[in-house]
């Protein structure tokens, strides 16, 4: 048998790499497309820390290359790039997907819903497997990976002192709480994150729900809307998820299936302190830079929690999956009330 020296000296180069003469483990490269601008605070700097993590922990038996919004496809895109395999992973948010699963932004955040640690719990208990069987049919595996934490309420050009004020409101808003908004009167527009600024700037919307101040701030929000409304009734969580593909996770060996899932969760546990600090110090900063937060008032409050219950049990009427879901998530929030109410 004919043996090139080529392939003998990359034989050679593969041993001494390798401990003790032991070959290494063959590579894993995945590519991650994500729904935020690069390097955004919170999710942005979650998904790369999440990568890193990873290709650690494993020593480069796995490797994830990440990819802001539109670097390969736009940022509502990650779905379908990890369910049609363009891709192999994505980081991105549940409440994207609501044309597609009425339930899915459930796994993100419910307004006047659970809180991060609640909603981890829920998923520990059963929640995790119901989320799975909603995204088995798209062939996509999805963990709980990075926390933003409670949102405000959004950025408005003028505070809102009743409820009619919400009439006609052009909001940059996702998820359950746009359909909140919607009841409420205002007209909710899904917007990239990273083209929320200029919307607000060239006049397409007349307020912006995002996330929290640390996020907002880098994006500039204070200085087109600087009324910062709060508490975040519409965001009480900030869940991210990490995407595979499905036949792409069966595939993977054991060891490195325990190991992102471990990562996930420390980067779940490690986005949420990092919020916590961050939204501290960005607060101040934005209030020095002029921004005026507001608190919505109590009848206002009210109004929104009525509406907010009746969206809720109207996801779990929309189709078999959606109403296990529903029933789910409401056990745990009833649940969790008398806890709660202890601990505010």
Not at 3 to 21: F, K, M, W, Y
Not at 228 to 246: D, I, M, Q, T
Not at 257 to 265: D, I, N
Request: proline share 7%; aromatic share 8%.
């Amino acid at each position: 048998m004919n043996v090139s020296r080529r392939h003998v000296l990359a034989a050679g180069t593969a041993l001494l790499a390798a401990p003790n003469g032991v070959r290494a483990q063959p590579l894993r490269r995945w590519r991650c497309v994500t729904s935020w601008p690069k390097n955004l605070i919170g999710p942005g700097v979650s998904i790369r820390r999440l990568a890193r993590r990873i290709e650690e922990m494993s020593k480069g038996e796995l490797v994830i290359d990440v990819f802001a919004a539109g670097d390969i496809v736009p940022a509502f895109g990650v779905f379908d790039a990890v369910s049609t395999e363009t891709v192999e992973a994505g980081h991105t948010a549940a409440l994207f997907w609501q044309g597609k699963m009425p339930a899915a932004p459930i796994f993100t955040t419910v307004p006047f819903g659970l809180s991060p640690s609640a909603h981890a719990g829920w998923l520990e208990s059963e929640g995790q497997m119901l989320w799975d069987a909603l995204y088995a049919p798209h062939g996509v595996k999805p963990f709980l990976a990075g926390n933003t934490g409670p949102s405000t309420a959004g950025w408005f050009r003028k505070p809102i002192e009743t409820i009619n004020d919400l009439a006609g409101l052009r909001i940059r808003v996702t998820g359950l709480g746009g359909e909140v908004y919607r009841h409420a009167g205002a007209t909710p527009m899904v917007i990239p994150p990273g083209e929320t600024y200029q919307s607000l700037e060239r006049g397409l919307i007349d307020a912006a729900e995002l996330l929290a101040p640390a996020n907002d701030l880098q994006l500039g929000l204070h200085r087109v809307a600087p009324h910062l409304a709060y508490p975040g009734f519409n965001k009480p969580n900030g869940a991210a998820e990490f995407l595979v593909s499905a036949r792409i996770w069966q595939d993977l060996p054991v060891h490195l299936q325990a190991l992102v899932k471990a990562a996930c969760q420390a980067e779940h546990d490690h986005g949420l302190a990092d919020a916590a600090s961050a939204n501290a110090l960005a607060l101040r900063q934005v209030v020095a830079a002029g921004a005026m937060p507001f608190r919505i008032p109590y009848p206002v409050l009210q109004h929104l929690q009525k509406i907010a219950a009746a969206v809720l049990v109207n996801v779990g009427t929309q189709d078999d999956i959606s109403s296990k879901i529903h029933a789910s998530y409401a056990r745990a929030l009833e649940a969790g009330r008398p806890w709660d109410a202890m601990t505010r």
